[in-house]
C-alpha cells in the first residue's frame, strides 16, 4: 500500500515563500508521474503541478505559472512544491498524489496524501 505524507505548509504573509514536501513509502516512487493538488473552502480540489517519472518533464497550473516549482528526488521518494510569491489566493489545503499520467485530471491520479494547510496573509 503506497502512503504519501505531505509536510511544509504555514501561514506566511503575501510575498513570502514555502516548500511543501510529500514523503512516499513503497518501492515504486520512481515510476510513477506525481502530482500537486488544492482545495480552498467552498471550492473543488484543483490542479496545481505534475512531474514526470524522472523528473524531465514538468506542468503547472496557469495560475501558478512562474512561481511555483515541482521537483522529486527518487532517492529519497520525496516530492517537493517550491512556492514563491505566495497570494492569499493561494490559500488552501494542498495534496500531493500518485498519477497514471501527467494530466491535470483528479481521475488520473489514485494515491492521495492527507493534506497539508498553506495560509497567505495579505
Known amino acids: 500500500q503506497v502512503q504519501l505524507v505531505e509536510s511544509g505548509g504555514g501561514l506566511v504573509q503575501a510575498g513570502g515563500s514555502l516548500r511543501l514536501s510529500c514523503a512516499a513509502s513503497g518501492r515504486t516512487f520512481g515510476i510513477f508521474a506525481m502530482g500537486w493538488f488544492r482545495q480552498a473552502p467552498g471550492k473543488e480540489r484543483e490542479f496545481v503541478a505534475a512531474?514526470?517519472?524522472?523528473?524531465?518533464?514538468?506542468y503547472y497550473a496557469d495560475s501558478v505559472k512562474g512561481r511555483f516549482t515541482i521537483s522529486r528526488d527518487n532517492a529519497k521518494n520525496t516530492l517537493y512544491l517550491q512556492m514563491n510569491s505566495l497570494k492569499p489566493e493561494d490559500t488552501a489545503l494542498y495534496y500531493c498524489?500518485?498519477?497514471?499520467?501527467?494530466?491535470?485530471?483528479?481521475?488520473?491520479?489514485?494515491?492521495w496524501g492527507q493534506g497539508t494547510q498553506v495560509t497567505v496573509s495579505s
Open positions: 498524489a500518485r498519477g497514471t499520467s501527467m494530466r491535470p485530471d483528479r481521475a488520473e491520479y489514485n494515491y
Open positions: 512531474i514526470s517519472w524522472s523528473g524531465e518533464n514538468a
